[in-house]
């Protein structure tokens, strides 16, 4: 039930500002235009919140009619977190393809077109990038989210993305501190533990941060992560240890503190959402992250009501309270100054690189391309072939929106090229390949095969029975190359899965010794 608080008293306004939620729907709902006109400082977009570019731009005027410096946030890596492009798939190659190449200019470069494409849609805040370290291969959130597990290399790409992203007038929020590469659990499922010393968290997953801080990182969000040798009994976003204490007064990180979604279980499920809040914001956080699963008024109030209560309860510092919404007004009237430094309007339109569109971007193309990796051979593909996907379930970061694989591209390059996917459900999965496929070209696209045990075995069987096969590895490549040609594309996103189709077509010739 919600507390009857005025809505006009600068309590009041400061727990609106520190949230950040989303909403259903392709324009703003009157419930978020009426908390805008109560205090709200930011909202988030979410795939759900998407069509067109056209429709995003006018979204965020719509907003931006009820207050001008509102903070738009979304959750826009690129490669396989999209939001953007949630229902063709990314124009941009995610982090792990930009770590694989190691061109700092071409990282900063991608980062610099993508916020702008953010920028000429309205959307002033980017939840990325990831610069935890991918330590752990099995790793089921991070993967190719992360620039690679060599801690110097996500450093400089780190600092690399950032410089990029926020020449284009959008903040970058640096993501997810202290570090979430080392864990073997998702958090929006329960909470993981990293049990390393802190000589090794210092070494290892705090260096990307310093990196992130050094390159005016306007944003950091912590993770809902148990790290006992920083702190034994609180995970990184309520603990007081980790977000002031190391990250403001250790690191020197002056800039806005946000939240992972207070929603995942981590914190839900440990906590509940208002407590966890108001110790989040208690520990030094400023900006609550809500709404990729919880998206209404009543969760907004809920939240907005728990904070009042634990300042009148003397719970929560006011000052505290007040610093943070402060915060949130800074990155706001930052935003606000930034607005149009990255292009001219209408530049990508005039370009025929529209965001949302599907539309390849030449530096996306031209990076996810660079980062291809062959092995073996084979000739070049002048019939149509057989497209098999072995699935298996999407993390939520990623969701089961965004299409991937080669199917599309191959098809669009080879017309008539079929396929159909198949999974750890499907039974006796090789025999169905070899029986839809018949003699056409097989081509396998996979994710992590490495962690899945059913996949491996299936490939195995079928690159026995049919050694000409084209295995197309689109996740971490942790796995043996199998395959007559094994290629690997550091990532799912849509330009990865053409530049792995243009290869196929035109085949690579045996190495000659």
Known sequence: MTTLISTTDTLTRDALAVLQPGFTGTTAPDWVLRRVDEGLASVALFGRNIRTAEQVTALTAQLRAERDDLLVAIDEEGGDVTRLEVRTGSSFPGNL??????????TRGVARELGRRLAECGVNLNWAPSADVNSNPDNPIIGVRAFGADTGLVARHTAAYIEGMQSSGVAACTKHFPGH?????????????????????HARELVPFRAAVAAG????????ILLPALDPERPGTVSPLILTGLLREELGFDGLIVTDAVEMQAIAGTYGIERGSVLAIAAGADALCVGGGLEDDGTVLRLRDALVSAVRSGELAEERL????????????????????????????????????????????????????????????????????????????????TPWGVLAELARLVPGTEGDTYSD????????????????RIVVAV????????????????????????????????????????IATHGAARVCGLAAAELIVRGTPARQG
């Not at 393809?97 to 071409?106: H, K, N, P, T």
């Not at 996949?455 to 007559?484: K, S, W």
Request: proline fraction near 5%.
């Open 181 to 201: 590469g080392d864990t073997a659990i998702d958090s929006h499922h329960a909470m993981p533990r990293i049990d390393v010393d802190l000589e090794t968290l």
């Open 322 to 401: 007040a610093d943070a919404a402060a915060r949130v007004r800074a990155l706001a009237s930052w935003a606000q100054g930034a607005r149009g430094t990255g292009s001219e309007p209408g530049a990508a339109a005039q370009e025929g690189t529209a965001p949302g569109t599907g539309i390849g971007s030449d530096i996306g193309l031209v990076a996810a391309r660079r980062a291809v990796e062959a092995t073996g051979s084979a000739e070049p593909l002048t019939a149509p072939a057989y497209v098999a996907a072995f699935t298996s379930a999407s993390n939520i970061a990623v969701g089961n929106e």
């Open 447 to 486: 994710r992590d095969a490495h962690r899945h045990a059913w996949m491996a075995e299936a490939l195995d069987a079928l690159v026995a029975r049919r050694p000409d096969t084209v295995v197309v590895e689109m996740g971490v490549p942790q796995a043996p190359a199998r395959g007559g040609l094994h």
């Open 217 to 224: 990182s306007k944003c950091v969000m912590s993770a809902h």
């Open 425 to 440: 459900e499907t039974e006796a999965p090789v025999d169905a390949v070899l029986a839809a496929a018949g003699e056409r």
């Open 97 to 106: 393809a930009l770590g694989y190449v190691d061109d700092v200019e071409l």
